[in-house]
Each structure stands twice: as structure tokens, then as C-alpha cells.
């Protein structure tokens, strides 16, 4: 079946520096992306939407700047953390839509856990 | 303004016991109606979902029931198992675009 491929799935680093995280679709082209914030014990919360070929939708309170998305091919979108600091420390989860897939439309990546030292 | 409501926040029940976590959303154009299972450090996994053309969706200890009308939706899990302890979402979209996804709800399954 579809897979949402997301690496990496742990990391830590220093305040400042900055992380990129990937996501890709296996077997199927979505041109299509979403990026979600997980805080624990609470829900996904949407931050941006990723579109193939173009710039990304971001939600009221995020910031474009922090959050650099990039979605350059139909398998691939990376989202970049920068300047990261420890309140971005949280669970980040992408999804990539399948138009194919009448059933689930969407498929979700196994997330990427971020702590900032 | 929250998009859906989920309740309860948790549930404790017996093994073989069913489990029911309740949802309700407020936008009519919703037509797609997934519950997912989420495990500590994992990415939600798909339990089960609905389209709003049918009223009830069953696939094994799992049952969905719709009421378009009350627009409301709720996942109900037969024979609980202690493996079934997780945390359940349930989400509504205009198929295509974002998900808005519940508060959650945190099953604990007492063997």
C-alpha cells in the first residue's frame, strides 16, 4: 500500500542551529503535502500546506520565515526549521494527499521528534 | 473556533469491554470522516473512516456511525483489547484538502 516515508525520525541539536526534515511519498506522486505540529498529549494542529512547484500555504501564527517549506518534486517535501530554539521542540507529522486512494486520501509519515538543547 | 469536538478526553474500560469516543463537527461540506490510532512517538495510523452517504461502517472490532443530521460521528470498539490502549483522533475534511482533527482521546484497555 501508499507509504509516507519521513526522516529523521529523532533528532536533537544546539539552539540556533537549524533542522531539515523530509517526507516523502513511496509510491505515489503527491502534489500535495501538509506538515502538522504535535505538542504532547494534544492534538495535530496544521501549519503549512505544501504544494508542488509552488510556495507553500502557511496557517495564521506560523511563521514562513521559521518554517521554510519546500516541495520541489511530486515525492518530496522537506521542511526546514531554522535558527531553531527549544519551544520549537515538539512532534512534527507530514501527510501527502493520494488522489488515487478514494478510501484514504491521505497518508501520514510516522513523524519526526525534534528537541532543541 | 474548533472544528471538531471530541470527547471524552479519556476512557478507562475492562478487557472485552466496548469502547465508544464520540465527535461532532460543524462544517456540512465535510465528506470525509477518518479515525486514527496514535501510539507514543508514532505518526497516526488509519483505523477506519466514512463517507457521509452511509450512516455506519464496520470493519472488524470496528464501527463507525454517522448522523449527518446532528453531525455527529463516533468510533465504537468492540472486545477491547489492552493493545488497543492509544490515543484516538477523529478528523473531518473536504476531501483533498487539510484535516481537522479532534482533541483526542486516551484509551486505557484494564486487562
Known amino acids: 500500500g501508499a507509504v509516507v516515508s519521513q526522516h529523521p525520525s529523532w533528532v536533537i541539536c544546539k539552539s540556533g542551529t537549524s533542522v531539515k526534515i523530509e517526507c516523502r511519498s513511496l509510491?505515489?506522486?503527491?502534489?500535495?503535502m501538509f506538515w502538522y505540529r504535535q505538542f504532547p498529549k494534544q492534538s495535530l494542529m496544521l501549519m503549512a500546506t505544501?504544494?508542488?512547484?509552488?510556495?507553500?500555504?502557511?496557517e495564521q501564527g506560523v511563521e514562513k520565515d521559521k518554517f521554510l517549506i519546500n516541495h520541489a518534486s511530486l515525492t518530496l517535501s522537506t521542511l526546514t526549521v531554522t535558527s531553531a530554539h527549544p519551544e520549537d521542540s515538539s512532534f512534527y507529522i507530514c501527510?501527502?494527499?493520494?488522489?488515487?486512494?478514494?478510501?484514504?486520501?491521505?497518508?501520514f509519515g510516522d513523524g519526526t521528534r525534534l528537541s532543541i538543547l | 473556533q474548533q472544528q471538531v469536538k471530541q470527547s471524552p478526553q479519556s476512557l478507562i474500560v475492562q478487557k472485552g469491554g466496548i469502547s465508544i469516543i464520540n465527535c461532532a463537527y460543524e462544517?456540512?461540506?465535510?465528506?470525509?470522516f477518518p479515525w486514527y490510532q496514535q501510539f507514543p512517538g508514532k505518526g497516526p495510523a488509519l483505523l477506519i473512516a466514512?463517507?457521509?452517504?452511509?450512516s455506519e461502517k464496520k470493519e472488524g472490532r470496528f464501527t463507525i456511525s454517522f448522523n449527518k443530521s446532528a453531525k455527529q460521528f463516533s468510533l465504537h470498539i468492540m472486545d477491547s483489547q489492552p493493545g488497543d490502549s492509544a490515543t484516538y483522533f477523529c478528523?473531518?475534511?473536504?476531501?483533498?484538502?487539510?484535516?481537522?482533527f479532534g482533541t483526542g482521546t486516551s484509551l486505557t484497555v484494564i486487562p
Open positions: 501527510s501527502a494527499r493520494d488522489l488515487q486512494s478514494r478510501d484514504q486520501p491521505q497518508h
Open positions: 509510491d505515489f506522486q503527491a502534489t500535495t
Open positions: 505544501s504544494n508542488e512547484g509552488s510556495k507553500a500555504t502557511y
Open positions: 462544517n456540512t461540506a465535510f465528506d470525509y
Open positions: 466514512i463517507r457521509p452517504d452511509v
Open positions: 478528523a473531518a475534511s473536504i476531501v483533498g484538502n487539510q484535516f481537522y
